[in-house]
């Protein structure tokens, strides 16, 4: 039963989405689509460099209660990861829903493909986010860069990660490296978070570049710069500004190492059956086949014996109808 109403309601979810174009259904889960616009975006150089491509904040009500759902779709999942870590609260804590989800004083962030989904008011129960994950549109389930996890855990204050990927981002989050320094023209990504140590807090970004001979060549750049104590391990470049703590500086910059992440795609083949097998099983097959044909004949002529020698009974159609060819 209740996966003919999940089913029902996904058909609800796409027939409203076949009617409009719109994220958000005019119905979800018992409330009604009372006011529909585009979000407001305070720092539009920001969320264009992250890659927003759409953004929609319904307000849906019912029977006195309402809540606000607010969507954000990004060109593909690492402007959602980015734009997640941005809008995070601090004393976000994480919730077991699809994706990155955390919640804050009455405030849901979910991240989930290159989506980004806000909730003001209410809590979504993660059976109430399947039927409209199931149709959402256009949705992008690439892998998350790798490089959200190379920051280091001991010592990391939570939800304080900022990803970078361009001059606006390093700008916000890790002002004290030029974009020229950073190189973004090779296509090169950041990870910062603060970290707590013997000499206060610390931030450290690990930039992420295509190769380590290019990391190598930036890392002459990065050691010009005025307080800066960088580590290069593998692609990855990390550089902590420590003023007048470099041992703090160096305590955090090792445990920084680069660990490759290898992913094997191969096709797989069928395997070819058995010839032997194969033969074995029609063998099979047609003896079985003539076990149940002589056993359906006795018992058909044990039949036809009991009804005439016990019975007395014979049928008018059992009589044989002969044709005396050779008498013409």
């Known amino acids: 039963m209740l996966r003919i109403l999940n089913s029902a309601i996904c058909l609800l979810f796409i027939f409203a989405f076949a009617l409009n174009a719109a994220i958000w259904p005019d119905h979800f889960w018992g409330f009604d689509k009372t006011s529909n616009r585009p979000a407001t975006l305070l720092d539009p150089a920001l969320w264009n460099e992250y890659g927003l491509q759409e953004s929609e904040q319904t307000v849906y009500q019912s029977s006195g209660s309402r809540f606000t759902a607010t969507a954000y779709r ?3 999942p690492t402007g959602a990861l980015a734009a997640f870590q941005w809008l995070r609260p601090p004393d976000a804590k994480p919730l077991e829903l699809r994706g990155l989800a955390v919640e804050a004083a009455g405030r849901t962030l979910l991240a989930y493909g290159n989506y980004l989904i806000e909730f003001e008011g209410r809590r979504p129960d993660p059976k109430e986010l399947e039927p409209l994950i199931a149709v959402i549109p256009r949705l992008d389930l690439s892998p998350l860069p790798a490089l959200k996890d190379d920051l280091p855990q001991d010592g990391l204050v939570p939800n304080s990660e900022r990803f970078v990927t361009g001059p606006v981002s390093l700008e916000r989050f890790y002002p004290r490296v030029p974009p020229s320094v950073a190189g973004f023209h ?22 992420s570049y295509p190769t380590p001979q290019i990391a190598r060549e930036r890392l002459l750049e990065f050691e010009k710069l005025s307080g800066a104590v960088v580590k290069r391990s593998g692609p990855l470049l990390a550089v902590v500004f420590a003023g007048n703590h470099p041992d703090a500086a160096e305590r955090l910059l090792s445990v920084v190492r680069y660990q490759a992440n290898l992913t094997w795609n191969e096709t797989a083949t069928a395997q070819p059956e058995n010839i032997g097998t194969l033969i074995l099983h029609i063998m099979l097959l047609i003896g079985l086949l003539l076990a ?10 044990g039949l036809r014996v009991f009804r005439s020698r016990w019975l007395g009974s014979k049928n008018a159609d059992e009589a044989m109808i002969t044709l005396h060819l050779g008498d013409r």
């Not at 149940?292 to 006795?298: A, D, N, Q, R």
């Open 74 to 76: 990004f060109s593909d």
């Open 292 to 301: 149940v044909s002589v056993l359906l004949g006795f018992a058909f002529g």
């Open 186 to 207: 090779y296509g090169v990504e950041a990870q910062v978070g603060t970290f707590r140590t013997r000499a206060g807090e610390l931030s450290l970004a690990v930039f």
